[in-house]
């Protein structure tokens, strides 16, 4: 098949970026989209022009390197797919495909489609974690879990931290990153001594990098592992309870 | 030489016990006195960062990704193995570590082995603190699964993502170290050489892949957790950018390399579609649990598969191994998988893979078992393929997955370089010739959570007081200027053939020669034509762009530079060990049906290899393995 | 394109150590309404509010078609509301007072909010967006938020102090609607602001259980079929009025 691809150029941070159009034949359908710019850049190395800088490693959709807007849509017209899953087969023959990178003034541009997004670590960093010093913990069976609320926290901590669900939101919000890492936590045993103070540092950091949820769903539908917006609302909830919760009492419920 | 582990005397259960007694400690508030760099956040780079730096150790971090969370640990799917027995099926440290040694082929030391198993229940305990969740049972338990081969259930899993799962748990503990000042995180940059004075380690220099520059770092000791180098064949499952850069300028710096030759082919694999494959992917090994392999009787059958008959099929680990079927071991799957290859009844359009059949169990168990079993899996292969496993059945094939081999450790997991440790995939100790489904991620964590934490002590206590070798002593000075000498050269190259080129041509002789079947001409082959492509590489390649900005050509330039003097050291080591074992199979070394034949009288030894100069043959130490618990037997899975 | 002097990098450095939020010397509600949860939070609290007053005003105003003196009758009740322990008027002021701060945290937080986003993307895409669930309803949020502000200030001028220049007499709230509605463009007014009301209720009716925390998965179907249901009955009940006026049928 052929594919037209159009994709964003930029040099560094600092340089003026522009869309560079690049015709492709003899593209496999079992190819991969990354497979599609190792092609390119091949090509573009031949003809003595520098190759397309991209993030990707695992190339099987758990890392979270990728991050191409295809199409308008992060990661690609496929629901519930990284850019390194989506293959070419599911394009038409001869179809016209834009790609830039995520846009958000806290996933500052590296170079060419390849963003920071260190931002997401700084969050983590203010919150996201279990104190449980190495050595200190008990038997594993000593906290009994629920199924459905292991099953829960899965669901939450499945967030590969790619960045898709900032890039697709139109107010580059976070809160759907943020609410996973937070609920994961936050719906286990372990994560209740913690629990008011992880959500309000949390949201917080969050706060100072990117947007807020006005609720649109989008990037529920751009996350590659389908997170549902389920964990904002409550996120939303723990994070209002933090704030009126009088912490040293913390332990009384009601 | 003869290599020395240092192991503890006494009995294989007290050892680790005696040695944490014996070691030296350095006092609480004198840890934060000494500075660790950590190269790597996998397993066992970020466990070992955060473990040190909660005791109160300075950590410096080092990371080639945008987040430490990204390393490639977390694409293991499978589970974690540990001895906790709570399935009451006779499981215990000590079958945990007698199915390590068995299964590793008989070339692991003991004495770590049996710590591995010793600390496995307590990497459980700590994963379940940090909230990592593990499926559970019913009433709250954590629940297992049998995995691998083995025969009792020991492997803790959190859907198809444990890997990535304990990998959060152990980013989240670094996290907090980070947050709490203890930890400095370099994120992007990228280590290319160790700094060595006195002949002990004291820094590092590294690459920041951001903005090109190369600065030096300097501690009282650095620890390697950088992962394996299956990507030295091109085409594996390791993620794009694994690589043995790290681990092979150590070597350069006088770090012995241990059993290279050992190379873990996963039988399930996702085969190749086309020329443009950069990468392969896995399918877990749980699948064989209810999947039945097979091919089809007759090379020319060109029916589809559902259309041939239980009698024109040749179910061949059924046939050939009736006591564990599906179930035996990855090094004897694979090799059976490729001889069907080879024999021309390879299935798919490239004729390149083998069936994994889940008509049966679906028949048995109904689809919604087998969806809620390996659902996510099952998707995974759709949209890699476009064919749906629920009807056609998956073609698998074996590819590169894990690497046994590594830098030498001691007991300690110091190098022969004092001041160098090396911890997971990156060093050669636990896994011997071949490694157990779902033993990877607990020898990651168990060397970054319990053990570096509880040896590095030894080597730093005496060194109270004295101050890290300043990062402008002629030492750094020198090895920053080699860094830049050979970005300089790899960009002034200006050839016609791209990095990738070279790579995949590299990939080729190592997977044609060097691959599931290995033979002295096979290997010499290989050995002369790596040189050859070592050097069109030097003269032809071409690497675009500046040295001081984000290049992605240059950091592969220098990855495949190093494959390609890695490569060769490889078949060397293939090509001394006149034996067949695990992940090593000789064809002159078989028995009479097929089966790896060792050679206990005069391989039962560790290969550690020195680097003695750029041309100069590598010089070869042994480390003698004595087991004295584990008897040396012919594996056997019939 | 990314100002070099912004520089970005900057933003990512490591937040100095938070102070945890119970250390902070502002007072807690100054703290509070600094996040943007507690924002949207707030407005949903207030879009209740305001929500229930338009559907209390669509069932008042719903007695035009019982006559006029129904309607007037009503009117006059509203004033005398709360008598005798309040006096004439003081409850009805009151509840203004209420749905006039009510406006103003929901309108403040909204602009505030906006702002915030607009500064969380300084380069836009530069290739058309294929949005995959954000709607119509969902992103002219603020567009239909302003016409409804702006229309209440007509609304006001127009019915409550007799400004638009059609006949008004004080407590003849029937004449003065029909007299109002009769005028066409006046109509139209209401008509397209009454429906950019249900668009802006569409949305915010089902969002406000999220910004709530509203969440439960056995209901969660409900909370859009109550959006649609309680947009759909305020913009029939409303424009049914002029429409029905401006038509002729009422008069």
């Known amino acids: ?254 | 030489m003869v290599m020395d582990a240092h192991i503890p005397e006494g009995p294989i259960a007290t050892k680790w016990d005696n040695h944490k007694f014996d070691v030296k400690l350095v006092n609480p508030a004198n840890k934060r006195r000494f500075t660790i760099i950590v190269v790597g956040s996998g397993l066992g780079g970020a466990s070992a960062a955060a473990s040190l730096a909660e005791l109160g150790y300075r950590v410096e971090l080092h990371t080639f990704h945008d987040s430490p969370r990204r390393a490639h640990s977390i694409a293991a799917q499978g589970g974690i193995n540990a001895a906790k027995n709570y399935h009451n099926d006779g499981d215990s440290v000590y079958r945990l570590f007698y199915d390590t040694v068995k299964g590793g082929d008989y070339r692991a030391r003991e004495a770590n082995v049996y710590r591995l198993a010793q600390v496995s229940v307590d990497i459980i305990d700590q994963c379940v603190a940090q909230g990592v969740p593990f499926a559970r049972e019913y009433g709250g338990l954590l629940d297992n699964r049998s995995f691998g081969g083995a025969q009792v259930s020991r492997t803790f899993y959190a859907r198809g993502q444990t890997g990535q799962q304990l990998l959060l748990g152990a980013y989240q503990a670094l996290a907090n170290q980070i947050h709490l000042g203890n930890v400095e995180l370099h994120h992007r940059s990228e280590m290319l050489d160790l700094v060595t004075k006195d002949g002990k380690a004291v820094g590092i220099v590294a690459r920041n892949l951001m903005t090109g520059a190369v600065t030096s770092h300097s501690a009282h000791a650095v620890v390697l957790a950088t992962g394996g180098y299956g990507n030295v064949f091109f085409l594996s499952t390791n993620a794009k950018a694994s690589n043995v850069t790290a681990i092979w300028r150590a070597y350069k710096k006088g770090a012995y390399m241990a059993n290279p030759c050992y190379t873990q082919i996963h039988p399930t694999c996702i085969p190749a579609s086309d020329e443009f494959q950069s990468k392969l992917t896995l399918m877990s090994e749980s699948l064989r649990n209810d999947g039945r392999i097979w091919v089809p009787t007759d090379a020319m059958d060109t029916r589809s598969p559902d259309q041939i008959p239980d009698e024109d099929r040749d179910y061949f680990l059924e046939r050939r191994y009736p006591a564990f079927g599906n179930l035996v071991p990855r090094d004897v799957a694979s090799r059976a998988a490729k001889r069907e290859v080879d024999a021309g009844r390879g299935v798919g359009p490239l004729k390149n893979g083998v069936y994994l059949d889940f008509a049966d169990a679906i028949n048995r168990l109904g689809r919604h078992v087998i969806e809620e079993r390996y659902g996510n899996l099952f998707q995974m292969y759709e949209r890699i393929t476009g064919e749906d496993p629920y009807v056609v059945p998956m073609r698998i094939y074996p590819a590169v997955h894990y690497t046994m081999g590594g830098l030498w450790v001691d007991y300690d997991l110091m190098s022969n370089v004092p001041g160098l440790y090396v911890l997971g995939e990156a060093n050669f100790s636990d896994h011997g010739a071949n490694r157990l489904g779902a033993s990877a991620l607990m020898q990651g964590l168990a060397d970054g959570y319990f053990v570096l934490p509880a040896t590095i002590g030894n080597y730093l206590a005496p060194q109270l007081g004295e101050q890290p070798v300043p990062t402008d002593d002629a030492v750094f000075i020198e090895a920053q200027q080699g860094v830049e000498a050979m970005t300089q050269q790899l960009l002034g190259v200006n050839g016609t053939r791209s990095v990738d080129y070279f790579h995949r041509e590299l990939g080729k002789i190592m997977w044609d020669n060097c691959g599931m079947a290995r033979s002295r001409e096979s290997l010499e082959k290989a050995i002369g034509e790596i040189a050859t492509l070592r050097e069109e590489f030097w003269n032809d390649v071409r690497v675009l762009g500046e040295g001081d900005t984000f290049n992605q050509s240059l950091e592969k330039a220098g990855r495949v530079a190093d494959f390609l003097e890695f490569g060769e050291l490889l078949c060397r080591d293939a090509l001394h060990r006149e034996e067949s074992c695990g992940g090593h199979f000789r064809v002159e070394h078989q028995t009479e049906d097929g089966e790896a034949l060792r050679d206990d009288e005069h391989f039962a030894y560790v290969a550690a290899w020195e680097f003695t100069g750029d041309h100069a043959n590598p010089g070869l130490h042994k480390e003698q393995l004595e087991f004295e618990y584990v008897h040396l037997a012919q594996r056997s899975y019939k | 394109m990314t100002k070099v002097d912004e520089a970005p990098k900057a933003r990512l450095e490591k937040p100095a150590h938070p102070v945890p939020k119970e250390a902070r010397t502002r007072p807690f509600i100054v703290e509070f309404y600094g996040s943007a949860i507690a924002k949207k939070w707030l407005m949903a609290i207030t879009g209740i509010m305001l929500m229930g007053f338009v559907f209390a005003h669509m069932v008042g105003n719903l007695k035009v078609y019982l006559g006029a003196d129904d309607l007037n009758h009503y009117g006059e009740w509203l004033r005398e509301m709360g008598e005798p322990i309040f006096p004439r008027t003081v409850l009805l002021w009151i509840m203004r007072i209420g749905l006039i701060g009510a406006f103003a945290v929901h309108i403040v937080s909204a602009a505030q909010l906006t702002r915030m986003n607009r500064k969380a993307r300084p380069d836009k895409y530069e290739s058309p967006r294929d949005y995959a669930a954000a709607n119509f309803a969902s992103r002219t949020m603020r567009w239909t938020g302003v016409i409804v502000g702006l229309f209440v200030i007509f609304h006001l001028l127009d019915l409550t102090w007799g400004a638009t220049g059609a006949d008004w007499t004080r407590g003849e709230v029937y004449e003065n609607l029909v007299a109002s509605f009769q005028r066409v463009p006046v109509a139209i007014v209401y008509i397209l602001a009454n429906i950019a009301l249900g668009i802006h209720l569409y949305h915010g009716g089902w969002s406000m259980f999220q910004s709530l925390g509203w969440n439960n998965r056995k209901f969660n179907d409900w909370r859009r079929l109550f959006a649609i249901g309680f947009a759909a009955i305020i913009v029939v009940g409303n424009v049914s009025i002029p429409l029905l006026v401006v038509t002729g049928v009422v008069d």
């Open chain 1, 1 to 254: 098949m052929k594919v037209t691809l159009t994709v964003w150029r930029q040099a560094g941070p600092a340089a003026q970026g522009r869309f560079e159009t690049y015709e492709l034949d003899e593209v496999s359908e079992d190819m991969s989209f990354l497979e599609l710019f190792d092609v390119l850049n091949e090509r573009l190395i031949a003809k003595g022009e520098e190759p397309v800088a991209f993030d990707h490693d695992c190339r099987e959709g758990i890392c979270g390197s990728c991050s191409m807007m295809i199409d308008g849509r992060p990661h690609g017209p496929e629901l519930g797919t990284a850019t390194c899953q989506l293959h070419m087969r599911k394009f038409a023959d001869g179809a016209k495909i834009t790609v830039e990178p995520w846009r958000a003034g806290a996933f500052p541009l590296v170079r060419d489609l390849v963003v920071d997004r260190s931002a997401f670590d700084r969050i983590v960093e203010s919150g996201g974690y279990i104190t449980a010093p190495t050595g200190s913990a008990p038997d594993g069976n000593l906290i009994l879990i629920p199924k459905a609320v292991a099953d829960s926290a899965m669901d939450a901590a499945a967030c590969i931290g790619c960045g898709a669900c900032v890039a697709a939101c139109p107010n580059s919000a976070a809160n759907l990153f943020t609410a996973a890492k937070v609920m994961h936590l936050n719906l286990l045993p372990q994560g209740q001594p913690e629990r008011w103070e992880r959500v309000t540092n949390m949201v917080d950091t969050m706060e100072q990098f990117f947007g807020s949820c006005t609720n649109h769903g989008e990037c529920e539908a751009a996350c590659p592992k389908e997170i549902s917006i389920d964990f904002i609302a409550l996120m939303n909830r723990d994070y209002i309870k933090a704030q009126f919760k009088q912490r040293r009492l913390a332990s009384q419920r009601g």
